[in-house]
């Protein structure tokens, strides 16, 4: 079980708002059944990625309760693809987790990538490095129900990247699509941000 008491008490700066961005890009694999997505997110001190697979019904539903969220000021929604390795061996773990705050003025999102990779004890080096992820992205509520539309239509799969921060949202195709055994979608995707500045980290 992850423990999970919440987003830390701390203000929502402009410096730290900023900062955030999330960016899911889609790749060429089995659609319209399954989706093959790679997310990178920051909360302007640390930042992840994780390719995981999904489906368009399941990126819909998620978007459109991120969109009317929240409906009251205790309000959570809870999204999770794969399983942590201690639970069920799994390829990878993915989860988000929306909160209100401030009565509804604020929300927050956690979230968490987890590779289920495995660190050799004895310091050998590893088949594949073990990559975990886990922080709070803090945002106004207008900019939540932003991110959930745009979610929603992203899975209508006529994008390949949905970009979102403080005050970038877009969906568009700038992302070169290939047949997934043609390359490496991590670094097709980290290829493909954006260069406005405030969204980088620094």
């Given at each position: 079980m992850i423990a999970d008491t919440g987003p830390p008490a701390v203000s929502v700066s402009r410096r730290s708002v900023m900062r955030y961005f999330i960016?899911?890009?889609r790749h060429l694999y089995e659609e319209p059944h399954?989706?093959?997505l790679v997310i990178i997110a920051s909360n302007g001190l640390a930042a992840g990625s994780l390719e995981f697979y999904s489906n368009s019904d399941r990126l819909h539903e998620f978007g459109i309760r991120l969109a009317e969220f929240p409906v009251h000021s205790r309000d959570s929604i809870f999204c999770q693809r794969g399983y942590e390795e201690q639970i069920r061996p799994?390829?990878?773990?993915?989860?988000?987790?929306a909160v209100a705050l401030n009565e509804m003025r604020d929300c927050a999102i956690r979230m968490r990538f987890n590779n289920n990779g495995r660190n050799p004890p004895d310091g050998r080096t590893p088949e594949s490095d073990a990559l975990l992820t886990d922080f709070w992205?803090?945002?106004t509520?207008?900019?939540i129900r932003k991110l959930?539309?745009?979610i929603a239509e992203f899975s209508g799969l006529k994008h390949r990247r949905l970009y979102w921060d403080a005050e970038q949202a877009l969906i568009d195709n700038a992302l070169e699509f290939k047949d997934r055994r043609c390359g490496?979608?991590?670094a097709a995707a980290w290829a493909s941000l954006p260069e406005w500045p405030d969204t980088r980290l620094r």
């Amino acid at each position: 079980m992850i423990a999970d008491t919440g987003p830390p008490a701390v203000s929502v700066s402009r410096r730290s708002v900023m900062r955030y961005f999330i960016q899911l890009t889609r790749h060429l694999y089995e659609e319209p059944h399954q989706l093959n997505l790679v997310i990178i997110a920051s909360n302007g001190l640390a930042a992840g990625s994780l390719e995981f697979y999904s489906n368009s019904d399941r990126l819909h539903e998620f978007g459109i309760r991120l969109a009317e969220f929240p409906v009251h000021s205790r309000d959570s929604i809870f999204c999770q693809r794969g399983y942590e390795e201690q639970i069920r061996p799994w390829g990878w773990y993915f989860m988000c987790r929306a909160v209100a705050l401030n009565e509804m003025r604020d929300c927050a999102i956690r979230m968490r990538f987890n590779n289920n990779g495995r660190n050799p004890p004895d310091g050998r080096t590893p088949e594949s490095d073990a990559l975990l992820t886990d922080f709070w992205i803090r945002s106004t509520t207008d900019r939540i129900r932003k991110l959930g539309n745009l979610i929603a239509e992203f899975s209508g799969l006529k994008h390949r990247r949905l970009y979102w921060d403080a005050e970038q949202a877009l969906i568009d195709n700038a992302l070169e699509f290939k047949d997934r055994r043609c390359g490496d979608n991590l670094a097709a995707a980290w290829a493909s941000l954006p260069e406005w500045p405030d969204t980088r980290l620094r």
